[in-house]
């Protein structure tokens, strides 16, 4: 074993292996190609080829980082390249951008590996306490990179286990993080243990009996998550009380089309022809009189206000699905500001009263997507860059702004990849949205791992904030998940269609939240 350790410190190549095995471990911890099981291993290598180190040894760690961080990030969001190509952009830009983005997401990396570098040299042997130490450092970096610059907190490593209903289930109190924490906790634990045996020549039937209390650990989670999935699957058949009818709407418009003027009246028509096929579906089955339409992210082809034919079109639906019912209509669309000097990523709730349409309440997108939203540090960018001058922009939203079509039905909207950011999420419900709505545009990812990442993210904002989430996607993935996080409904990428979903809502004020 003494030979193995030495042969180990001395070959600087296998360490980059294990760095490269961390990588691919991680890709594959991730949909849609991964699993579960990976992630609890797949940062063991790393921490194992950064444990090998001998003192002084800061530009290895550099590079057992970037190798980890670089080939794994670039897996997991290949997909903004093709993003690139279909917004019209040369692919080598996409290329640029994922490899800059990855660069970026492996700093946080390797100021971990960093730490943990540090207390081998400091200490030379990894203590429950430092265990838990780094394990909460990985945290605090997976928090920084979902806040600063705009913030992306993309997979982090928590998401990896969105299939994995008992052990989300603590996220209402620490939301994915804690998830994160558990992840990080099992994969230091592995690697420490497997240093004991190869360096410190503890015998394994030692590092057994040390397993079984992490393993017992684990259990004590996944139990606690079975029972809370119960006991909120009970709660939520017993709620009884006013009851909504709800409509998600997928229009599957490809993204060439949805702002070419030629297909306008193509995309009307679309909607059009679903929402009156779900209209007469919920009249014959006399399932509520109580209706909520929910359109997808800039599902209107066009200016809703400003544009006299989209306006009087949605005016005849929206008063079409009031005879027999009382219907909402949620709608994304862009719009302008009060004197057209702004420009609005928004959701506007519609119903038709007193002859007329009703505008009940806007949102206005709060997160915007930099650079393709808005152009972040415009002033300074178009010093160099003279095409940035071109680029228009969005202006964010200022309101956490809580729809309601009663007293005790109150919601929120997220838009597009607002649903990625738990904090900001948890500001909605906190303000008084008793269920959240996710609406998108995810044409742009094609047939990538994208629209199904995208997807996962909106299950643990159902743990963490226990209420039911409701998913309207262009081109999908639409569906429903449970405040137990259970995905009751969902559609299939590129199928035109809706589906009806009838609840009497279910929220609980979470800890997280």
């Given at each position: ?61 550099f ?10 990030y ?39 590996c960093?730490?943990?570098y540090?207390y081998?040299q ?14 909460s450092?990985w ?17 982090l ?9 008992p ?11 804690g998830?994160?924490?558990i992840?990080v906790?099992?994969?230091i ?9 190869i ?5 394994v ?9 992490v ?17 909120v699957?009970?709660q ?7 009851s ?6 997928q ?5 060439y089309k ?16 679903i ?19 929910i ?18 079109w949605?005016?005849?639906l ?8 009382c219907?909402?209509?949620l ?12 420009y ?18 806007i ?5 915007l ?6 152009v ?18 969005f ?10 079509l ?17 904090e ?9 949205a ?11 990812f ?5 629209p199904?990442?995208?997807f996962?993210?909106?299950i ?13 996607a262009?081109?999908g993935?639409s ?6 996080g ?15 979903y ?8 979470t800890?997280y939240?």
């Amino acid at each position: 074993m003494f030979n193995f350790e030495k042969k180990f410190k001395k070959f600087f190549y296998y360490q980059v292996l294990l760095a490269v095995l961390s990588s691919i471990l991680l890709f594959f911890s991730f949909p849609k190609f991964g699993s579960k099981i990976f992630v609890w291993f797949s940062l063991t290598p790393l921490i194992l080829s950064v444990i090998f180190l001998p003192q002084n040894n800061i530009k290895k760690i550099f590079v057992l980082s970037f190798v980890t961080g670089i080939v794994a990030y670039c897996g997991v969001l290949y997909w903004i390249v093709p993003t690139f190509v279909v917004s019209g952009e040369h692919w080598i830009f996409g290329v640029i951008s994922v490899l800059l983005l990855s660069i970026y997401c492996s700093i946080f990396i390797f100021i971990f590996c960093l730490f943990l570098y540090l207390y081998k040299q400091v200490f030379n042997k990894f203590s429950i306490f430092i265990i838990i130490s780094l394990s909460s450092l990985w945290v605090l970096l997976e928090y920084l990179r979902s806040v600063l610059f705009s913030g992306f907190p993309w997979m982090l490593l928590g998401y990896s286990q969105y299939d994995n209903l008992p052990i989300i289930q603590v996220a209402e109190y620490f939301g994915v993080y804690g998830i994160s924490f558990i992840i990080v906790f099992v994969n230091i634990f592995i690697a420490v243990k497997i240093s004991d045996v190869i360096v410190n020549k503890i015998s394994v039937g030692l590092v057994l009996k040390n397993v079984v209390g992490v393993v017992l650990l684990y259990l004590l989670v996944y139990f606690y998550g079975i029972n809370k999935i119960k006991v909120v699957e009970k709660q939520i058949q017993e709620k009884t009380g006013n009851s909504l009818s709800i409509v998600l709407l997928q229009g599957n418009i490809d993204q060439y089309k949805k702002w070419d003027e030629k297909y306008k009246f193509e995309i009307m028509q679309k909607y059009s022809s679903i929402v009156i096929k779900s209209y007469h579906q919920i009249v014959n089955e006399n399932k509520n009189c109580k209706v909520l339409f929910i359109w997808p992210e800039s599902s209107v082809p066009g200016w809703l206000f400003e544009d006299k034919v989209l306006y009087d079109w949605i005016t005849n639906l929206v008063r079409f699905t009031n005879i027999n019912l009382c219907s909402y209509h949620l709608v994304g669309t862009v719009r302008m500001g009060k004197f057209y000097n702004y420009y609005y990523n928004s959701a506007v709730l519609l119903t038709y009263e007193k002859q007329i349409l009703e505008v009940k309440k806007i949102y206005d997108k709060i997160h915007l997507v930099p650079f393709g939203e808005y152009v972040p540090l415009r002033n300074l960018l178009s010093k160099f860059i003279k095409t940035v001058n071109d680029l228009g922009e969005f202006t964010k939203g200022e309101k956490y702004t809580v729809f309601n079509l009663d007293e005790q039905t109150k919601f929120s909207v997220l838009i597009c990849y607002e649903s990625i950011f738990p904090e900001l999420v948890a500001k909605f419900v906190s303000s008084g949205a008793k269920f959240l709505v996710n609406i998108t545009n995810d044409a742009w990812f094609l047939n990538t791992s994208a629209p199904y990442q995208h997807f996962i993210f909106n299950i643990f904002r159902a743990v963490e904030n226990r209420c039911f989430l409701f998913r309207a996607a262009n081109t999908g993935i639409s569906g429903v998940i449970s405040p137990s996080g259970k995905v009751l409904l969902k559609t299939n990428l590129f199928e035109e269609g809706y589906f009806v979903y009838n609840t009497n809502f279910y929220h609980k004020n979470t800890f997280y939240t």
